[in-house]
């Protein structure tokens, strides 16, 4: 299976709010409110943002939100802060395998 | 609060079988959740290798799964990672998780360095 199309980096300034799309296809998020997201400091352990497209698990700060339109899954950062600067991954189940990642987009937070 | 930390050789020869193993702590590994291995190539994104549940049953990535084999160990709460006939683009990081629901991991080990080398 194809991975999932994310761009490959986005920035911002502290303060501002961002956006990284993942785009699929009908078989992976168009079909299956099913997507993920997991965010990853080098060297550090993923750590899991959203599920099931809008889901935010305890503990997870409220500026961050999921949202999806036909094949395209979007993670949404409001109030950037200087910690949010890392890779991000979004992930869908998809009809040939539980689990297809997105390439990652490198946040950076200028 | 669970713990996940992966072990095993840092080192693999091309042609031979990479074993890992994820030590889980802090929960019951026989409780109703998937156990995944997901891997980062050098420089590249996350590939979901596969997962076994607590029962034992497994599913696998299909572009790895005449290589691959997971297995769970519920008396060691131990699960493992079987990669066989490896090859240089199996050089990556290999992350152990655990997931709620068969799509998703909600706890992820640091990751283990596995290079594929003679």
């Known amino acids: 299976q194809s991975a999932l199309t994310q761009p490959a980096s986005v920035s911002g300034s502290p303060g501002q709010s961002i956006t990284i799309s993942c785009t699929g296809t009908s078989g992976d998020v168009g079909s299956y409110n099913l997507v993920s997201w997991y965010q990853h400091h080098p060297g550090k352990a993923p750590k899991f943002m959203i599920y099931d497209v809008t889901k935010r698990p305890p503990g997870v700060s409220d500026r961050f939100s999921g949202s999806k339109s036909g094949n395209t899954a979007s993670l949404t950062i409001s109030g950037l802060q200087g910690e949010d600067e890392a890779d991000y991954y979004c992930?869908?189940?998809?009809?040939?395998?539980?689990?297809?990642f997105g390439g990652g987009t490198k946040l950076t937070v200028l | 609060q669970v713990q996940l930390q992966e072990s095993g050789p840092g080192l693999v020869k091309p042609s031979e079988t990479l074993s890992l193993t994820c030590t889980v702590s802090g929960v019951s590994i026989s409780r109703s959740y998937y156990w995944s291995w997901i891997r980062q190539p050098p420089g590249k994104g996350l590939e979901w290798i596969g997962y076994v549940f607590y029962s034992g049953s497994t599913k696998y990535n299909p572009s790895l799964q005449s290589r691959v084999s997971i297995s769970v160990d519920t008396s060691k709460s131990q699960f493992s990672l079987n990669l066989s006939s490896v090859t240089a683009a199996d050089t990556a990081i290999y992350f152990c998780a655990r997931g709620g629901s068969a799509w998703y991991s909600d706890s992820w080990g640091q990751g283990t360095l596995v290079t594929v080398s003679s």
């Open positions: 992930c869908s189940y998809a009809d040939s395998s539980p689990y297809v």
